[in-house]
């Protein structure tokens, strides 16, 4: 590659595709694009990504380079200091890059910015993976909004729509850098122990997995959404989030792909509910911008004396889905096996950790965060702040989910229960729930000797409950 050509830098963040993606369709609208990727792995500190987030980027990287006809350059450290070294050896005239919202992203990227600003080298960022940014959707007092529905419909619906997706560009003037011998398999992002293989056949990471994944949700998924996404073993949830997290799909190709479908019959609850979900993220990541402190302190400061408990009994037992409890146990057994949890059970396990265990919503956070392969810090955080009462736009402390009601309302055949929890798949469903009610009988016919090959309940549900609505009481305001 010469080096005394006018170069644009367009640097991939999460933002791994090529449609739709403003700040590299701008770049190669310059002339010369040398696409980039660097692994942050200096100033992500306690935010580095977990395990099932690396397996994941590690595949999209691969898919994103094959669709760059092998022109992406790959890098690992400092972005300052590798920016800086690209600067230096070729003839740049501009660096474009899509804005990332994490409080660390943010600081980071303007040190970025006016570092290379002052060598008078243009830098130019632009949304690419929100529909309305957050310090756009405000109040009439210009105050942020800390409750969803006014925020959603109030703010983000009366705002301007969200922008129309931008076709795919030429890549015909794609370069790279030759001088770079980092290769994808050096950032070492796939661990040594094949934990994954279940992962690998259920997901397809990168831009053409996530457009699959939004057309067949959208044909098969769309119609029932509203009620249907409750039911974990129904196909009305669209499992898009780890595809819109990497950016291979943007927000706004899901808005106007599912807005497309308006016209068909009875559709319209449905739609309405499955782009207000898309507002959820949106929310999330207005409070990330406007409380950067979200991830770590509570939004609600009289939680800050909330008597949470320590017992690594009770959290190792949750964590590998041993609770005696079987829609918990089968909702932690699904995130450990295949990288994601349905967003109802989501629910029901982190209710039962912060409310019925008492452990503190930092440890799921935690655990979430190293396995979910769509870990968001964004909506992470917002959404264990809002299982522990803590948030602000929160479940209020005193709202309990009950696993075994639970389990019977939105698993009445067990079909989601039994595929995760397999020793209990000859267990009558009228026991499922609580399998220590079985008689003996019952359970010696289907194999299930309890605190063998299946726990029994590591808390009591009543007492647990007074336990939590006691310790909320302690922090009430009178």
Same mark, same amino acid.
């Given at each position: 590659?010469?080096?005394?050509?006018?170069?644009?830098?367009?640097?991939?963040?999460?933002?791994?595709?090529?449609?739709?993606?403003?700040?590299?369709?701008?770049?190669?609208?310059?002339?010369?694009?040398?696409?980039?990727?660097?692994?942050?792995?200096?100033?992500?500190?306690?935010?580095?990504?977990?395990s099932a987030s690396k397996w994941w980027l590690h595949h999209s990287l691969g898919n994103l380079n094959k669709s760059l006809n092998n022109n992406l350059s790959i890098y690992a450290g400092d972005p300052q200091e590798v920016l800086r070294d690209l600067i230096n050896n070729f003839n740049v005239e501009s660096v474009n890059w899509n804005r990332c919202y994490e409080p660390w992203r943010i600081q980071r990227d303007q040190n970025i910015k006016s570092k290379i600003e002052e060598q008078g080298?243009?830098?130019?960022?632009?949304?690419?993976?929100?529909?309305?940014?957050?310090?756009?959707?405000?109040?009439?007092?210009?105050?942020?909004?800390?409750?969803?529905?006014?925020?959603?419909?109030?703010?983000?619906?009366?705002?301007?729509?969200?922008?129309?997706?931008?076709?795919?560009?030429?890549?015909?003037?794609?370069?790279?850098?030759?001088?770079?011998?980092?290769?994808?398999?050096?950032?070492?992002?796939?661990?040594?122990?094949?934990?994954?293989?279940?992962?690998?056949?259920?997901?397809?990471?990168?831009?053409?997995?996530?457009?699959?994944?939004?057309?067949?949700?959208?044909?098969?998924?769309?119609?029932?959404?509203?009620?249907? =996404?409750?039911?974990?073993?129904?196909?009305? @949830?669209?499992? !898009?989030?780890? *595809?819109? +997290?990497? $950016? &291979?799909?943007?927000?706004?190709?899901?808005?106007?792909?599912?807005?497309?479908?308006?016209?068909?019959?009875?559709?319209?609850?449905?739609?309405?509910?499955?782009?207000?979900?898309?507002?959820?993220?949106?929310?999330?990541?207005?409070?990330?911008?406007?409380?950067?402190?979200?991830?770590?302190?509570?939004?609600?400061?009289?939680?800050?004396?909330?008597?949470?408990?320590?017992?690594?009994?009770?959290?190792?037992?949750?964590?590998?889905?041993?609770?005696?409890?079987?829609?918990?146990?089968?909702?932690?057994?699904?995130?450990?096996?295949?990288?994601?949890?349905?967003?109802?059970? =989501?629910?029901?396990?982190?209710?039962?950790? @912060?409310?019925? !265990?008492?452990? *503190?919503? +930092?440890? $799921? &956070?935690?655990?979430?965060?190293?396995?979910?392969?769509?870990?968001?810090?964004?909506?992470?955080?917002?959404?264990?702040?809002?299982?522990?009462?803590?948030?602000?736009?929160?479940?209020?402390?005193?709202?309990?989910?009950?696993?075994?009601?639970?389990?019977?309302?939105?698993?009445?055949?067990?079909?989601?229960?039994?595929?995760?929890?397999?020793?209990?798949?000859?267990?009558?469903?009228?026991?499922?729930?609580?399998?220590?009610?079985?008689?003996?009988?019952?359970?010696?016919?289907?194999?299930?000797?309890?605190?063998?090959?299946?726990?029994?309940?590591?808390?009591?549900?009543?007492?647990?409950?007074e336990r939590a609505l006691e310790a909320f009481d302690k922090i009430r305001i009178k």
């Open positions: 590659m010469s080096a005394k050509k006018n170069i644009s830098i367009f640097w991939f963040r999460q933002d791994l595709r090529i449609a739709d993606n403003p700040g590299l369709t701008d770049a190669i609208e310059k002339g010369s694009v040398l696409p980039i990727y660097i692994y942050d792995n200096v100033n992500s500190k306690e935010y580095e990504m977990g080298i243009e830098v130019n960022t632009f949304n690419g993976s929100l529909l309305w940014e957050p310090f756009k959707i405000l109040k009439k007092d210009e105050t942020p909004y800390r409750v969803f529905s006014p925020y959603y419909r109030k703010g983000c619906l009366n705002a301007e729509p969200p922008r129309i997706p931008i076709k795919s560009p030429s890549l015909s003037s794609l370069m790279k850098d030759d001088f770079n011998e980092l290769t994808l398999e050096d950032l070492n992002l796939i661990p040594d122990i094949k934990w994954f293989e279940e992962m690998e056949r259920l997901w397809e990471p990168g831009e053409a997995g996530a457009q699959k994944k939004l057309y067949d949700f959208l044909d098969d998924g769309l119609l029932g959404y509203k009620e249907g =996404r409750n039911f974990p073993s129904q196909k009305n @949830v669209s499992q !898009l989030s780890p *595809h819109i +997290h990497y $950016g &291979e799909v943007s927000p706004n190709q899901v808005w106007y792909a599912a807005k497309q479908k308006e016209d068909q019959t009875g559709i319209e609850k449905d739609l309405g509910h499955f782009l207000s979900e898309l507002g959820w993220r949106e929310f999330s990541y207005n409070l990330l911008y406007h409380f950067p402190t979200l991830p770590r302190e509570n939004l609600q400061k009289k939680f800050d004396n909330f008597p949470w408990q320590e017992n690594k009994k009770f959290s190792e037992s949750w964590k590998r889905g041993l609770t005696g409890y079987p829609i918990v146990d089968a909702g932690m057994r699904e995130l450990w096996q295949t990288g994601y949890m349905h967003n109802r059970v =989501r629910m029901i396990v982190g209710s039962f950790l @912060v409310k019925n !265990l008492l452990l *503190h919503w +930092h440890e $799921g &956070e935690k655990w979430f965060w190293d396995c979910l392969i769509d870990a968001d810090l964004a909506s992470n955080s917002a959404s264990w702040q809002w299982v522990a009462g803590s948030g602000a736009d929160a479940a209020p402390y005193f709202r309990i989910f009950n696993p075994i009601s639970q389990g019977i309302k939105f698993d009445p055949e067990g079909e989601y229960t039994k595929k995760f929890l397999p020793e209990l798949k000859d267990l009558p469903t009228k026991y499922l729930y609580s399998p220590w009610e079985a008689p003996a009988d019952v359970l010696e016919k289907a194999n299930v000797k309890l605190g063998e090959n299946y726990p029994g309940p590591i808390v009591d549900l009543k007492e647990s409950r």
